[in-house]
């Protein structure tokens, strides 16, 4: 049995990690089992979520995600990732690259640069309420408003699908502290939700402000998380908290949403190459 190493580059977003992984010029590996074993905490690399780039046939680049658990998803933070490692490693020659998503084709922007940060901007999507989209087992027109009972109590749900699944409950800021990790990971699982789905709790706090924290479907509790942010930007905007810019401020940090209805929305925030390494693959 012979050894060989596989490169990668370890990124944060404001405290969302990720490994990330160039396979443009790599022969095709199992590459869910890697991200299982490789964002192990403790016993791995350890990160929030796995990340490739890789070619493309409809764009310059490729990007695919996978969580810890080794399903693969849509990534807003990972989609800055990437775009600030094509821009370092010289593989972007201009400050927009495009990038095919497992969501669809992405355009990203690099905005500025503070030495080993930048600030990214990305393209997510037009926003989905329909059930179908999520997916979610309801005979409902779309995610809002949708009331579910767990642990006896009943909570308003407002489900959205930003290239993955979120549902965005907006409550008192002592009522998240009490629930936050014995209500989330009920509703992540809840038969509802097939592919079970991200939950985010929200709370205005100013004028086109909201305070976030996010349980992450397949990871837990993360610091940031991109997609939540632009989930709970829509949520907010459609429900009256906020307007079309949005200020998200999660654990880790802050992120910028734009959304202009019928138009994608737009994240911006920042990306930062933590270390590069690499692991021994058994061959």
Same mark, same amino acid.
């Given at each position: 049995?012979?050894?060989?190493?596989?490169?990668?580059?370890?990124?944060?977003?404001?405290?969302?990690?990720?490994?990330?992984?160039?396979?443009?010029?790599?022969?095709?590996?199992?590459?869910?089992?890697?991200?299982?074993?490789? $964002?192990?905490?403790?016993?791995?690399? @350890?990160?929030?979520?796995?990340?490739?780039?890789?070619?493309?046939?409809?764009?310059?680049?490729?990007?695919?995600?996978?969580?810890?658990?080794?399903?693969?998803?849509? $990534?807003?933070?990972?989609?800055?990732?990437? *775009?600030?490692?094509?821009?370092?490693?010289?593989?972007?020659?201009?400050?927009?690259?495009?990038?095919?998503?497992?969501?669809?084709?992405?355009?990203?922007?690099?905005?500025?640069?503070? @030495?080993?940060?930048?600030?990214?901007?990305?393209?997510? *999507?037009?926003?989905?309420?329909?059930?179908?989209?999520?997916?979610?087992?309801?005979?409902?027109?779309? *995610?809002?408003?949708?009331?579910?009972?767990?642990?006896?109590?009943?909570?308003?749900?407002?489900?959205?699908?930003?290239?993955?699944?979120?549902?965005?409950?907006?409550?008192?800021?002592?009522?998240?502290?009490?629930?936050?990790?014995?209500?989330?990971?009920?509703?992540?699982?809840?038969?509802?939700?097939?592919?079970?789905?991200?939950?985010?709790?929200?709370?205005?706090? *100013?004028?086109?402000?909201?305070?976030?924290?996010?349980?992450?479907?397949?990871?837990?509790?993360?610091?940031?998380?991109?997609?939540?942010?632009?989930?709970?930007?829509?949520?907010?905007?459609?429900?009256?908290? $906020? @307007?079309?810019?949005?200020?998200?401020?999660?654990?880790?940090?802050?992120?910028?949403?734009?959304?202009?209805?019928?138009?994608?929305?737009?994240?911006?925030?920042?990306?930062?190459?933590?270390?590069?390494?690499?692991?021994?693959?058994?061959?």
């Amino acid at each position: 049995m012979g050894n060989r190493r596989l490169a990668f580059v370890k990124m944060q977003a404001l405290g969302n990690d990720l490994i990330l992984v160039d396979a443009l010029h790599l022969k095709p590996l199992s590459w869910s089992r890697l991200a299982e074993r490789m $964002c192990r905490r403790h016993f791995g690399v @350890g990160g929030d979520g796995f990340l490739l780039v890789l070619p493309s046939r409809v764009a310059p680049f490729r990007m695919r995600m996978f969580n810890p658990d080794g399903s693969e998803d849509m $990534c807003g933070n990972g989609l800055r990732c990437t *775009g600030k490692y094509l821009h370092d490693r010289g593989l972007a020659k201009m400050k927009e690259v495009v990038i095919e998503t497992i969501g669809g084709v992405r355009k990203t922007w690099l905005l500025e640069e503070e @030495g080993r940060r930048s600030i990214i901007r990305a393209e997510m *999507g037009v926003p989905s309420l329909s059930p179908e989209d999520l997916p979610m087992k309801a005979e409902v027109k779309d *995610g809002l408003h949708y009331s579910l009972e767990v642990d006896g109590k009943v909570w308003e749900l407002n489900c959205v699908s930003v290239g993955t699944p979120h549902a965005v409950i907006f409550a008192p800021r002592e009522v998240i502290g009490e629930a936050f990790e014995r209500v989330s990971p009920k509703i992540e699982t809840h038969p509802l939700f097939p592919r079970r789905i991200s939950v985010d709790w929200c709370y205005p706090e *100013g004028k086109d402000v909201l305070r976030v924290r996010v349980w992450e479907r397949a990871v837990g509790e993360t610091l940031s998380c991109g997609t939540a942010a632009c989930a709970a930007a829509v949520a907010g905007r459609l429900l009256g908290y $906020c @307007g079309e810019d949005v200020e998200v401020r999660l654990v880790g940090g802050n992120l910028e949403v734009t959304w202009r209805r019928g138009e994608q929305m737009l994240l911006t925030g920042p990306a930062e190459e933590v270390f590069t390494g690499s692991w021994q693959l058994r061959v």
